[in-house]
């Protein structure tokens, strides 16, 4: 029992390090890349606090040279996935009732075990299994995952402080329990530190968790695990399992004590997913939490008043970093008549200022491979389809090759039709279309902008007109979760700019924010009353 209330340490965000040559951090990621890269890992899952290896494994290649084995993950079976839910129910009861300070120690603790010790390591492993450039990585799996465990132990400590107020003679107050049951966490391979805060933004809060990384993501998804066995997390908190994602997922959904799910992915996923709870929801205990960020088709919209390297650089960053492969990345573009051809000839230099797409252990790559070959497929057939339509030009790129890594080179199309296939479909790669408008069609363009997606993620508008700027904020206030006003669309901040969107990009729970948090609880009002009455008649009775 605690004796005390007691104050956190100061949420700060993580500083970013330049990884410039000659830095003592460059040479220790290079270093630690070399080790992965010429080893052989042997990853287990995590289940009750122990490695479990099953035999039954697959290989892991780096994405931007896939024929190199640079180890093996093992998967599991149905047994696997039912025992990770049956020690995280019995970790459960222990951990929830764990004053919240001593859990919050354990989160504090591996922040700054990734900000030291474990920078290198995990920086490393997200460069060469998720084939990120180094400063891609440097802001995801070591920053963010830094600022998601110190913000949430802040975020934590303001819910707890939310009380009811009190009249005479009574005593209110809320607890904020864990959910009854436990949670599930399916994580993503594009950002370590989202599959990093899923499961322990809810274990944080006093829930045990059954956690599926993306088969993508398993080698950063290791150094977690190691991160959080240091910091001390005990056994069954949080439980990895790997391996065939329908039959982990209808193990977990099927079980009476399912109370969550914790997710980021696809929209289509999500839906299934929340299709077959409620296909279930007369097994459950209780009505589960279901948080899901999904896809975007995220956008640029250019006022004729906005500078032209402005729009041009956001159109670059905010479409080719990380390969395309942000769930906020600029995936159509909306260029006035005016500035188009100069902002389109300033990113199509941009482009030819890249090196060709590469491996990130070369740092002077600004583009790296996508994921896996279903993906560089997918990228090609488009790249494809808008080199034959009539409707449709590829303006600079264009090029791919999957002989040694899933490179697609940085591509723009530009097209006159602004329903084109690639201004409406989420392509999830370094490919954005760019549609021309008239300058006088500006308010009917943002109509356009609102309407054309079914997603609601991100979108900037860029201008030097003020009226422009809050013209195009009340216009598109239901297309974007994260809305940014002369900005690229990508970069959120957790603590400055919580994360989310609406319609079929999810369910808009703000990730980096209380409001991710408050998701993981279930308030009990406790009414203490000091003096209670005796007798039932009022005065009214007279």
């Excluded at 004053?99 to 920086?123: D, H, M, Q, S, T």
């Excluded at 205990?285 to 956008?299: A, S």
């Excluded at 899933?406 to 954005?432: A, K, N, R, S």
């Amino acid at each position: 029992m605690a004796n005390g209330f007691f104050n956190v340490p100061p949420a700060f965000n993580e500083p970013v390090k330049s990884y410039a040559p000659g830095s003592p951090e460059r040479e220790a990621v290079q270093q630690q890349y070399k080790a992965y890269y010429n080893g052989q890992a042997d990853i287990p899952m995590w289940i009750g606090g122990e490695e479990v290896r099953t035999g039954n494994t697959r290989d892991i290649a780096p994405p931007h040279d896939h024929q190199h084995k640079v180890g093996q993950y093992h998967l599991a079976g149905k047994a696997e996935a039912e025992k990770a839910i049956s020690t995280a129910l019995e970790a459960r009861d222990s951990w929830a009732a764990l004053p919240w300070e001593e859990r919050a120690a354990v989160f504090l603790k591996a922040a700054e075990l990734i900000a030291g010790p474990y920078r290198a390591r995990i920086n490393a492993a997200t460069m060469m299994a998720q084939s990120k450039t180094i400063h891609q990585a440097e802001i995801d799996a070591a920053c963010e995952l830094i600022d998601f465990l110190r913000f949430n132990v802040e975020f934590m400590a303001g819910i707890y402080k939310d009380q009811p107020e009190s009249a005479e003679g009574i005593w209110n107050r809320v607890e904020y329990r864990a959910l009854e049951g436990f949670v599930y966490a399916i994580t993503p391979f594009n950002f370590t530190a989202i599959a990093g805060n899923l499961p322990a933004s809810a274990a944080l809060m006093g829930n045990a968790v059954v956690w599926k990384p993306s088969d993508h993501q398993v080698f950063s998804a290791q150094v977690i695990v190691e991160v959080f066995r240091e910091a001390g997390l005990p056994g069954g908190v949080i439980n990895t399992v790997f391996g065939d994602p329908v039959m982990i997922t209808n193990t977990v959904l099927e079980h009476p004590d399912f109370s969550g799910l914790h997710f980021t992915g696809s929209t289509q996923v999500f839906k299934n997913l929340w299709k077959q709870i409620g296909t279930n929801i007369e097994r459950y205990k209780t009505y589960p939490r279901i948080v899901g960020e999904t896809g975007g088709k995220d956008f640029i919209i250019a006022h004729p008043t906005a500078p032209v390297a402005q729009v041009a650089t956001a159109i670059t960053r905010g479409a080719f970093e990380l390969q395309g492969q942000k769930c906020s990345a600029a995936s159509r573009v909306y260029l006035p008549k005016s500035t188009a051809n100069a902002i389109l000839d300033r990113v199509k230099a941009d482009i030819a200022s890249f090196n060709k797409p590469g491996s990130p252990e070369d740092m002077s790559n600004f583009v790296t491979a996508v994921i896996h070959e279903g993906a560089f497929d997918k990228l090609a057939s488009y790249i494809d389809r808008a080199k034959a339509d009539a409707d449709a030009e590829i303006f600079a790129g264009g090029g791919y090759d999957k002989s040694v890594g899933y490179f697609i080179e940085p591509t723009v199309i530009l097209t006159t039709d602004p329903h084109y296939v690639t201004m409406e479909t989420e392509l999830f790669g370094p490919v954005v279309t760019v549609y021309v408008y008239e300058d006088d069609q500006w308010e009917a363009t943002l109509k356009l902008v609102d309407e054309t997606s079914e997603y609601a993620l991100t979108g900037a508008v860029l201008s030097g007109d003020r009226y422009a700027i809050a013209q195009a904020t009340r216009a598109l206030e239901n297309c974007a979760g994260n809305f940014y006003v002369n900005d690229k669309p990508t970069g959120a901040v957790v603590g400055q700019q919580p994360f989310g969107g609406a319609r079929a990009s999810g369910t808009n729970d703000k990730a980096g924010s209380a409001q991710n948090l408050l998701r993981w609880v279930s308030p009990r009002l406790i009414k203490e009353t000091f003096v209670s009455p005796e007798d039932y008649r009022y005065p009214f009775l007279g």
